[in-house]
Structure formats: structure tokens, C-alpha cells
């Protein structure tokens, strides 16, 4: 930037953007931002877009690491991480289901037909596989199974049988409370939310609501969970495990919306964001007192609600905007403040 001074001296400043890579926006490639899940360390996000791709881009600087193509899209059918970050389960193009190690296309095993996969543990040895959702929508082919079920990967030894129900979330707990996997939560149509001890495969705990997208927080004590309903649930794990009842192990159930919450987040310190169908809003909440702390413009006109994630540590929220973009949210207001520091060209008026 050039001015001349009332002096008449010419003055030049950079004014180039050093501090957006921080503050950021990461545009994506091939297609809207569908799910976004971090690495383990912060440094990468991966998005899969509803133009098929499966992107990772590093987050200070938003640059595109890679891409993989050829994968299937839709509400229901999306990859799913371990959280080790070294195998990723994806549905492809042509309808089979497979898991792999990351950013490859070289399978590690091939998964049943006719499944779609709804989580990894944390070192991709246990998949969770949806056997009705594919075979809904594309037709059962003769002799299909169309069970869900939980399978040990190298082996294919099944370890639970979900029965003929829909799986449209699952996850593991992370390390943390608990000792990682030791617990699987699945949102299972028709009967609401349910958790099991994965060391015998007891279901130790049920909940009645048309939940949609279901979240451990990085802790793993709290899973936090959307419902058609328009409420927003969040679950202490530790008092599940204590053989309390299930009312007294919510932390939070609390109307968010009018109408369904698809996307919910939670850090570690306990707050919880969600976004609804009937919404541009993208709401955070102290899920301890169920006060609500802020409410993101996002630009979007609520018909396709973003997704949510905060990076591992809590620091921020990255979701989608209009324009093929992931947006970042800080939590940390005197962060906001040292952003735009950043980018003053000239004192502050009061």
C-alpha cells in the first residue's frame, strides 16, 4: 500500500495478509465441504466434498496436501477416520465399501458388499458397518446380509450383531477418561442412542431420541448428540459407566433449534456448537448451564447445514460457507483481537 503524506512524502507498507493463514479461510477443490475430520495433531483437516473427492489440507496455511477421488457422496455415505489417522473406510463410486490406508488408494481389506462404514477405532483394527442404508437405496442384492454389525478388520470376525437397523453414526471413545475403544456409541434407527463396553459387548446404555450426528468429546467422558427434534444432548460417559440411569447421565438436553441439529462439535472444556436445518446459525453453548455463548452469521440459508469440527485442542471451529470455503471461528476473543491487530493499517479511533 502507497500514500502520499500531507508532507507530500510518498509512504509504502506491506499490508499483505501474514496473519491469514491463522485466522483463515481453506477453500476447497472439487466441491462443498461435506465432513471434516482433524488429524491427531491439528495440522491437517480432512473434507470430504460432495464432488466425490476426499482432500486434506494443512491448516495454518489452508494449502491442498492431497486429494483422492472416486468416492460416493450423500448424507449418508462419507469416510471415516481412525483416530490414529493411518486408515480411512469410504464407500466408492461403484457402491463396494473399503478401507485403506490414508491418502492411498491401496486397500488394506476388503469389507463386505453392500455395507457402509460408520467408524474405525482408534488404529482401524474394528469397523462399524451400516448393512441397510446402500441396500435401501440402491436395492439388496440376492442373498445380501442386511445386518449392521461390528467387524474385526484382519480376521473378519464379527463382534457384534446390530441386527436389521440403520447405522447412521458410530464412535469410539478416545483416550482419556477411559481407555480408548473401551466404549462404542452407534445412533441406530429405530431406537435412539445406544452404548456398549466393548470388552463383552453388553449395551449398558439406551436413549430414545432421533438422534443424528453423534461426537466424543476429545476427552472422551462427554458424547454429544443431535436430534431431528431440534435438541441438543450431551452424555457423561463416567456416570453411564457408574450404572447411573440414563436421565441422570445427561449433562445437557437442551432445545437448540425449531427444527433438526445435523451438526454438533465439543471441546474438551465443554463447549458444545451445533447448526439446524432450520438455520443459518451456527450456535455455541456451555453444555454444563445451557447458556448459550454465541451465534455465528455463517452466510448459508440453512437448507444444507455445515458440518462441525473444533481442532483437537479446542481452539478454534472450522465449518463450510457459501463458496467452497471452511471458515474459522476463535474462541479465544483476545486471539480475535490480536487477528485484527494484525491487519490495522493505523491506530484505532475510540
Excluded at 102 to 125: F, I, M, Q, Y
Excluded at 292 to 303: C, F, H, K
Amino acid at each position: 500500500l502507497s500514500s502520499v503524506g500531507t508532507d507530500g512524502e510518498t509512504r509504502t507498507w506491506d499490508v499483505s495478509p501474514t496473519g491469514s493463514p491463522s485466522l483463515g479461510a481453506i477453500r476447497v477443490a472439487s466441491g462443498n465441504p461435506f465432513i471434516l475430520d482433524f488429524s491427531p495433531d491439528g495440522g491437517e483437516v480432512a473434507v470430504s466434498t460432495w464432488g466425490g473427492t476426499l482432500e486434506y489440507h494443512a491448516t495454518v496455511d489452508g494449502d491442498l496436501v492431497t486429494a483422492v477421488d472416486g468416492i460416493a457422496t450423500g448424507p449418508g455415505v462419507y469416510p471415516v477416520f481412525s483416530d490414529d489417522w493411518r486408515s480411512v473406510a469410504w464407500v466408492g463410486a461403484d457402491g463396494n465399501a473399503v478401507l485403506s490406508g490414508l491418502r492411498s488408494n491401496t486397500h488394506r481389506n476388503g469389507l463386505p458388499p453392500c455395507t457402509n462404514p460408520r467408524a474405525l477405532d482408534t488404529h482401524g483394527e474394528v469397523v462399524v458397518l451400516d448393512g441397510l442404508w446402500l441396500c435401501l437405496e440402491a436395492g439388496a442384492p440376492a442373498g445380501a446380509d442386511l445386518r449392521s454389525r461390528v467387524v474385526d478388520v484382519d480376521s473378519g470376525d464379527e463382534l457384534l450383531d446390530l441386527g436389521e437397523r440403520v447405522v447412521f453414526r458410530a464412535a469410539f471413545n478416545p483416550g482419556g477418561a477411559f481407555e480408548a475403544d473401551r466404549y462404542l456409541a452407534v445412533n441406530i434407527d429405530p431406537d435412539g442412542l445406544e452404548i456398549y463396553d466393548t470388552v463383552d459387548w453388553d449395551l449398558i446404555f439406551e436413549l430414545r431420541a432421533l438422534t443424528t450426528m453423534i461426537r466424543f468429546d476429545p476427552t472422551g467422558r462427554y458424547l454429544v448428540a443431535g436430534t431431528l427434534d431440534g435438541r441438543a444432548i450431551v452424555v457423561d460417559l463416567v456416570a453411564v459407566v457408574a450404572g447411573r440411569s440414563a436421565k441422570d447421565s445427561l449433562v445437557m438436553d437442551a432445545v437448540v433449534a425449531s427444527g433438526g441439529v445435523p451438526g454438533v462439535a465439543v471441546t474438551s472444556q465443554g463447549v458444545v456448537a451445533t447448526a439446524a436445518f432450520d438455520s443459518s446459525f451456527i450456535r455455541l453453548w456451555n453444555m454444563h448451564t445451557g447458556d448459550q455463548i454465541a451465534e455465528l452469521r455463517t452466510g448459508l440459508d440453512g437448507s444444507s447445514p455445515p458440518q462441525l469440527n473444533f481442532d483437537p485442542e479446542g481452539t478454534y471451529l472450522l465449518y463450510p460457507d457459501r463458496n467452497l470455503m471452511l471458515r474459522k471461528y476463535y474462541l479465544d476473543p483476545d486471539r480475535l483481537l490480536a487477528l485484527a491487530a494484525e491487519r490495522t493499517t493505523r491506530a484505532l479511533t475510540d
